[in-house]
């Protein structure tokens, strides 16, 4: 050891001691080791968590991917059961209905006996939340499990129940982003964690929509559109960002499991390029927009009466207060009963999944005019190259099934969605649209079967591009959403129809935006749950309408010079989360605001040394109880229009006005509703 | 007439005028007047301005085929003066750069001479104005035909040039909005015009883009990111419904023309659908997409170093100042002199216009394959079947010349853009970007001829895709945007590549974004425009701090008890739009906002009925002063991040800061400025 260090010793002049030795070359070393350190504070501050989006992309996708799965496999065996069990009515009846039935028995007593929350969709009690409101334990992770399971067994029902996977996933995406952002927040100062986590709920909500149907275009719009009022660009590229990384790993998963040769898309299409549509086509396109509009207000509204009626009726009501599972049960066994394919399923193409349904559904042929001199068979088993001869009966031709399949489904689908369990209404409202642009599609092909003439050469109506259409306007309208139509292309790979399925979606909007709620605005408001609505009555008079004008002017506030008798009454008799603190009794200054619950206990602590006569409140804030500061304030000369902005973009709930330093009330939600509702009827005060 | 009146009076007992006789069915006639009324009321409820974003894309739609049209008349002439004036070289150079030189000068004196605003793409200035910043004059119609003809000419120059339309083109599309709705506002309250007015603007950015590529989605979406940070959602359908008039009618012209069949995209692509790409090229996408976010990097860097160089340097800036048709006459001289075919030119592609640069660079099939045995020869004129043979050279091959085209359109572009002429450089950047992909691709497909193998067939790579993932990326990181992804799917009408070309976008922007400003922004620095930076320095420290660490204390208040001889000294001493009002000099609590102008016109005015020392400032208002309200104030204790928002939501420029009712201090973009650049920087304070 002595020889070693003394190697080195000659020629630097300076000991060298074994450790140095061992490690050669400590400049290089220190370069390496700083620019690694340069690299990691480099990414680490551009964007410190890019690695949490893409564990949440990655994750979901992986979910997404084991669900369908686990999905595939039980429909599977179902397939086999039914086909294998023979030809006696009653066994096939049987082995057609009992299937859902138990699944979505078992669907909404096992979510609901884990978590009230589990039921529907989850993207209105989403919508809420990121307006600000707490909910509790809305996003506990402990609900994830159960959501995935519940949400597991209504698909497998396959499209007897006939729902989809959107909502729910967005809800599951979402929790699990709600608990990585809690683990990551343990290092990071508690300040940040609101608007960080705000953050991280947006990206998870278009994680959810990408990893379900692997569009990352359309899952960033459709939850930018669906979730918030406002949209901070700066939000833009994390939403991207984790939505690309969930639907890349969507689809690189049936690569690796060697179920496909590629990524592609998945509802892939085969629509001619050189002449997709001709111009007078436009007009139609627009007209079936305005069908789906009017189609979609009839079904909001009927929805939303429906979930009226079953929540005052008094045996239904009490069904679902005591037995969910026996309502599913029932419910799942009219829809079974009515799909069952030999009877009244044949009409309605029940042999399909509803994926099935879609793919048929966008086919590129027009069947009107295939079967006009020709009528297909009807196949044993669904033939996986011409899916749409299930929608094919001779006697009742494609435009019976069809028409039918939109009648029945249309009460169906209302009641699948009063089931209590997860499920999204996004697939089946797709589905019904496609439906009803292909009717209008085959409609055309029929009554122009010469179809267009260009350049001395003749092409044929695509029905298939009405269906696109049909789809995307009709769960845009229902939905209130446009970026529906990029959904249509981002699914099936084509891009030619843009504009005519554009206008499609506009014409449907128009109508549905202008007469309904949306479907997932009429939810909250059948759940009673908080919401600020739109300022939509843009009359002349809107804009004169002030705070003073709506403000409550009824608020108790607490003087720092008050007795602390007087505090204790006060606390005692009403019932608010928190006191606005003024200077004094005379002056009315505010000065911050102090929460009733930690007064309470201040209040507690104190007693025991009390005083009367001699203390006040000033003395108890001395003591410890911590007073917050008034960080926002309007004023009352604060336009309505100002102090909407601000409630939405600052995910408010209440704000005290002041002026001139004076509390003289405060606006909440409930006063600006209720301005709001009173713009619209009669002329704005003042 | 007594007798007709008669006729009537028997039956039903009142006597009938003469003009109720001659309206028959009045019950229907008021019936079918009421459902008119109802009809309109409830059209014009809805949105009351359909009609005018209808009017808007329509209108920008005709400019913009009328602009097309005439351009491609002028380069046709070009064209045939340039193919018959014969052999001799120097007529030919002649022909070649004379007639760009003469449409640049042209276009930049004129210009200049009818409005200083014209040049540039003017999207960093509507970025300022959309803020809140008022610039005079830069939205008004006066200077719609200066830019409509400087555009012109400019984009008739051609790929000599290389300049596009789609910045200045937004430019004049805000510009009608702002007109329209000032010709509609004259009917309106004065209050509602700012909001209503922002809206229009927005849409008509949206329209901009949409009339330029027929790209409605891309449009709205690109208008969003390049011009806003936060976005409402309100707003996206009037985007999405103006966008996609101007698009359809832009589309809609060219088949009345008889010019084209149908409605189609504009560069139209025909990739292979069935494996369009393999999985492990997703890898080489990244990689792609890396490349073009350095070379942004380098790109961005440098032009505005050059920009900074003209400024700065004696000779250019004044040249720059004196005539600036002399500095685009020598500019475009070099420019052209390079581009000059049977020189440098053979070289760069340069016989085809920047239409033709696009359709040729995403072509399908693979150069460097074809190329391998077979030399294709060079025609005396582009061949619109093969264009991609004007990239070939028998020596250089085409790697020679794609390398070449982008070492010299490189600092060429950089030249261009300093051209003080109405153009827009977002298309040269897209070009340039499929230049890269296109020859990063050939390189793959030169690498791996044998392509991919996917179900026993082997499928060579397309390099075309590598140009439309590189177009994207590269013009999405130059601009820092994502939404350039989509609109390369809209312009080819296939969306087989979404993913590959998404994460090609989203690595480009993330090595752009972290290291250099968006062109846009980079010009909102180089021309010294107002602008409120991002709080991107999102370190643990931002959240702590709070209004009073940065606000700024020194403000000048005017109390109302203030004898007018010191009201007089404060006005004449400072040199602020507006004084706040405090209640007392004692008190200083905030009531309200003088504006200096109108208090100075006040004091004129009172001056002769002075009697010194006796009248005080509260006179003045009481004598018809108007004193503004104080709608939105902060507290000291408002964090940076809210305040922020809070200036980036409400499209302010500075607040007043009051604590328990008195003003303490104001804040405005030059204070948020320096808190930010605080922030980066050292650890915040507190």
């Known amino acids: 050891m002595e020889e070693l260090v003394g190697l080195r010793e000659g020629s630097s002049g300076n000991p060298v001691t074994l450790r140095e030795l061992f490690s050669p070359c400590p400049r290089i070393r220190r370069g390496i080791r700083d620019g690694l350190e340069w690299l990691k504070q480099k990414l680490f501050h551009v964007s410190e968590d890019w690695h949490l989006l ?74 809420t939340i990121l307006t600000g409101v707490v909910l509790e334990d809305y996003l506990d992770i402990k609900n994830f499990g159960a959501k995935v399971v519940g949400l597991t067994c209504t698909l497998a029902s396959g499209s007897t129940v006939f729902l989809g996977k959107v909502g729910p996933f967005v809800h599951l995406s979402v929790m699990m982003a709600a608990y990585l952002s809690r683990v990551r927040n343990k290092a990071i100062r508690e300040s ?53 990384c969930g639907a890349l790993m969507f689809r690189l998963l049936p690569v690796f499991n060697s179920e496909q040769e590629t990524i592609t898309t998945l509802f892939k299409t085969s629509f001619r390029v050189d002449v997709p549509f001709d111009l007078p086509e436009i007009f139609f396109f627009v007209v079936l927009g305005a069908i789906c509009g009017i189609v979609s207000c009839a079904y909001l509204f009927c929805q939303r009466t429906f979930l009226g009626f079953i929540r005052t009726n008094w045996f239904l009501s009490k069904l679902l207060a005591t037995s969910k599972p026996m309502y599913s049960t029932l419910a799942t066994l009219i829809l079974a009963s009515i799909t069952y394919p030999p009877g009244v399923g044949r009409f309605l193409a029940s042999r399909l999944s509803m994926k099935e349904h879609l793919d048929s559904l966008f086919d590129n042929n027009s069947w009107a005019l295939i079967t006009r001199n020709s009528s297909p068979p009807w196949p044993p088993e669904p033939d996986s190259q011409n899916l749409w001869f299930e929608w094919y009966h001779p006697r009742f031709t494609i435009f019976g099934t069809l028409a039918f399949f939109l009648v029945m489904k249309f009460w169906m689908l209302i009641l699948a969605t009063t089931i209590p369990m997860p499920a999204g209404y996004f697939m089946p409202v797709f589905v019904f649209g496609a439906a009803i642009g292909r009717l209008w599609g085959e409609a055309l092909s029929l009554a122009f079967p010469e179809g267009i003439m260009a350049g001395g050469v003749t092409y044929p109506i695509i029905p298939g591009g009405y269906a696109l259409a049909g789809a995307a306007a009709f769960s845009g309208a229902v939905t209130h959403t446009i970026s529906t139509a990029i959904l249509a292309f981002e699914l099936t790979g084509q891009i030619l129809h843009a504009l005519p399925v554009l206008m499609a979606v506009l014409a449907a909007n128009a109508i549905a935006q202008s007469c309904q709620a949306s479907f997932y605005d009429g939810t909250i408001i059948v759940k009673k749950l908080p919401y600020l609505p739109w300022i939509r009555g843009r009359g002349i008079g809107s804009h004169g309408v002030i705070v003073e004008h709506f403000m409550n002017c009824t608020i108790t506030t607490l003087a720092k010079d008050m007795p602390l008798e007087e ?3 006060v606390v005692t008799s009403t019932d608010v989360a928190e006191y606005p603190l003024v200077e004094s009794t005379e002056s009315q200054i505010l000065v911050g605001v ?50 909407h902005k601000f409630f939405e973009l600052m995910n408010l709930q209440s704000l005290f006005v002041t002026s001139r330093g004076r509390a003289v009330g405060f606006v909440s939600w409930v006063e600006l509703k209720k301005a709001i509702s009173n713009l619209t009827n009669p002329p704005a005060p003042k």
């Open 192 to 244: 940040e964690n609101d608007s960080k986590q705000k953050e991280m709920l947006v990206a998870a909500a278009a994680v959810g929509v990408a990893t379900v149907f692997a569009a990352p275009f359309s899952g960033v719009l459709f939850s930018i559109e669906v979730l918030s009022s406002h949209y901070s660009v700066w939000d833009y590229w994390r939403c991207f960002f984790a939505a690309t």
């Open 567 to 569: 505090v204790v009454k």
């Open 594 to 643: 102090v929460r009733r619950a930690q007064l309470m206990q201040a209040l507690q602590t104190e007693s025991p040394s009390w005083a009367p006569g001699h203390q006040c409140l000033q003395d108890v804030l001395a003591g410890g109880c911590p007073m917050e500061p008034i960080t926002l304030q309007l004023s009352p000369e604060t336009s309505l229009h100002q102090a």
């Open 54 to 127: 893409m564990t949440l992309g990655v994750l979901m996708a992986l979910i997404s991917y084991a669900m369908d799965f686990a999905i595939g496999r039980v429909v599977r065996a179902h397939q086999w059961l039914y086909r294998e069990i023979g030809d006696s009515h009653l066994l096939r009846y049987l082995s057609w209905t009992v299937y859902p039935v138990a699944l979505t028995s078992f669907s909404s007593g096992f979510s609901q006996s884990i978590t009230p929350f589990s039921g529907g969709s989850g993207i209105p009690e989403l919508k």
